[in-house]
């Protein structure tokens, strides 16, 4: 385990005591979060999560639990959020951009964006920004695949299985497993996840210096392949009136420069809160039940687990195995 895990792990600890306190004591205050470095939070007692009865004070405790996991997943990357600032039930939208005002605490960097411009965004790492993204009223928690130090640069190629409607979880598990077969016939290592709402991500980590051009390559080689082998389900056409009903559309269009995925551990707006798990392979199987990973049972799992997805990402695909899959 890295040596900053425990020390992150206590911090949270601290954080979260403060935290229960708070919403005791109306839901909002002051919270210290790392040395010399605190925030002003409020609401806590709102009701996020209707159904599940879950609050924006859950929620911060939530994060702040599985912290020590999904920080390394954050890591100098631009982020993006989806906002609910009334909860899942009312209005919502999409923030790229840093805010005017954004605390000197939050980490913010100009980026450079589509057309030569650079906006300032977020940038995740430390315990302190990911909790000013709750305060803000985020929920979910989207990534750039690279980071602020080698923006052309990603390190996962991403094939998202989509459902549609009527479309049973136990198909796109099976889906998964296809592509995992897909990939190791290619020699290649993947890492998977559930997406929290209705699919799966299943990632190719990529060697340093790999190009945007060589990651979208690599997922719709993949993608083809699935499509070729289950052209009765699996499809890659984006247009949803297009599809045939029934249908997982197998998407790849999300490896380029700024786009972003859902980040591993982050919650999504479903009545039952549930959260983006990273999963070791033999847990993907027709027993897998996206319910079983939520809020209330994510911080457990992460402390007993681990971080599934650690192994693969310290021991990247090699350029050579790469150049080869793309080539057969």
Known sequence: MPA????????????????????ADGGDGELAVEKGKSLQISSLGKLYFPEARITKGDVM?????????????????PLALTRYPEGIGGHSFYQQNALKGTPDVVR??????????????IVGGDLTTLLYLVQMGA?????????????DQPDLSLIDLDPGE???????????????????????????????????????PLPRGTDYE?????????????VRIMPEIATLERLKANRPAGSVLV????????????????????PAATASAPLDWPEVTSRLSMERF?????????????????????HRNTARKIAEALES
């Open 4 to 23: 900053k895990r425990p020390q992150r792990r206590r911090a949270t600890e601290d954080v979260i005591a403060q935290l229960d306190r708070i919403e």
């Open 61 to 77: 405790r939530y994060y702040a639990a599985v912290a020590p996991l999904m920080l390394s997943h954050l890591g100098d990357r």
């Open 108 to 121: 913010v960097e100009n980026v450079g964006i589509k057309g030569g411009d650079e906006a300032e965004r």
């Open 139 to 151: 929920v979910v928690i989207h990534t750039w695949f690279s980071r602020v130090t080698s923006l």
């Open 166 to 204: 009527g479309v049973q979880f136990a198909t796109v598990v099976s889906m998964a497993r296809t592509v995992r077969r897909i990939t190791d016939n290619l020699g290649l290592s993947t890492v998977v996840k559930t997406s929290g709402s209705k699919g799966m991500h299943i990632g190719i």
């Open 214 to 226: 060589t990651s979208a390559a690599l997922a719709r080689r993949v993608a083809d392949e699935l």
């Open 251 to 270: 998407d790849v269009n999300q490896n380029a420069r700024g786009k972003t995925m859902v980040a591993p551990y982050a919650l999504r707006a479903m």
């Open 294 to 314: 939520t809020v209330r049972t994510m911080p457990r799992r992460a402390e007993r687990k681990g971080d599934p997805w650690e192994g693969a990402l310290r």
